[in-house]
């Protein structure tokens, strides 16, 4: 498969090496396209018999071929490894993903191949280390960033910020009808919705109840509610696939807090970094214009409540939330990859 980007980047003659902004509407490879891409190209693959420089060599080449660069006449051990596209490949036999001597880099792109018992390439993918971080469940991996909210205060809705960040407005949209779009995919300059209305529509989940699966369980209760969010604003499919933010396509972020520390993962939410997005109406996104929404909630009786809801633009959100700071990565990694990770 040679999509329009590879396409692109074939006629363009740049190597891997050679630097190409993120969001880049002719060059720049979007992750979900990314992924595709790889997978019709790469699954299937054999590396039976392959020692393992072999492999690993086949394996680059491969993922070379498919985004449309020419084969270097040695790859350059370079961090990431394919500059040009912000990109790192793993190859895994096994769902522990091992990253040693540097850190995970939250606007990096991992492409994590799996590979079967019997050496043959099932699928791929391609998340960004945000995503990878939120998978540590082992403790090798401590969050950078964490925040206190007030889950005191009268329950209801606080809308924190009136207005989006200045660089986000040129790209906002009254709204076009968003039901038959995919929640997970890049936002666009028809359907970006301002951080005011994201409110109106989010604020009728104050109140709603759902089963609680177990104390154990944040992540899946969290998926739960990503789920209402995602029918509150409109959309009639649902899909989350663990990429930062959770609704990539309205810029949006969810936490669900039954505690008052947040966790922010890798991401400071008033960083200035470009997020690995296209570009919309000549606007590109940073992290600090991610939209926030926490939501608060209580656990009585099997049940979890939605009782509060602050929303705040990653500029402003220190502003209104105290700020933590947390431990530093440890220089070997392990993430255990959860078993529908590649499902």
């Not at 971080?133 to 082992?138: F, I, P, R, S, Y």
Request: with cysteine; net charge neutral; aromatic share 6%.
């Amino acid at each position: 498969m040679q999509n329009v980007y590879a396409s692109n980047i074939q006629k363009s003659g740049r190597s891997i090496y050679d630097p190409i902004s993120i969001g880049d509407p002719a060059l720049w490879i979007p992750t979900n396209d990314l992924e595709a891409l790889l997978v019709i190209s790469l699954k299937g693959l054999s590396l039976a018999g392959l020692p393992l420089r072999t492999r690993s060599k086949l394996l680059k080449s491969k993922v070379c071929e498919a985004m449309g660069y020419p084969l270097p006449s040695s790859f350059t051990k370079t961090q990431p490894r394919f500059p040009g596209q912000n990109l790192d490949i793993y190859a895994q036999k096994s769902h522990n993903l091992q990253i040693w001597n540097e850190e995970i880099s939250p606007t990096r792109r991992y492409a994590i191949i799996a590979i079967d018992g019997n050496d043959v390439v099932t699928t791929v993918r391609v998340v960004n280390g945000d995503a990878l971080a939120k998978l540590d469940t082992t403790g090798t991996l401590t969050q950078k960033y964490q925040a206190g909210v007030n889950l005191k205060e009268n329950a209801g809705t606080h809308l924190l910020t009136s207005s989006d960040s200045n660089n986000l407005l040129p790209a906002l949209s009254s709204g076009s009808e968003i039901s038959l779009l995919n929640p997970s995919s890049d936002p666009d300059e028809n359907t970006l919705m301002p951080i005011s209305t994201l409110f109106a529509k989010l604020s009728s989940l104050i109140g709603i109840n759902f089963s609680d699966i177990g104390s154990d369980q944040e992540r899946n209760r969290g998926a739960i509610l990503h789920e209402y969010v995602s029918k509150a604003l409109g959309y009639s499919i649902h899909q989350d696939n663990g990429q930062f933010p959770d609704i990539r396509h309205q810029l949006l972020e969810i936490k669900l807090q039954t505690s008052p520390t947040v966790d922010l993962g890798l991401v400071s939410p008033d960083s200035t970094e470009l997020l690995d997005t296209q570009i919309i109406n000549g606007i590109h996104a940073r992290h600090c214009d991610v939209r926030y929404a926490i939501f608060g909630a209580t656990l009585s009786d099997g049940q979890v409540k939605i009782t509060h809801l602050f929303l705040a633009n990653g500029e402003d959100f220190f502003t209104h939330f105290r700020q933590f700071q947390g431990k530093v990565l440890n220089k070997k990694l392990q993430i255990p990859l959860p078993v529908s990770f590649f499902s």
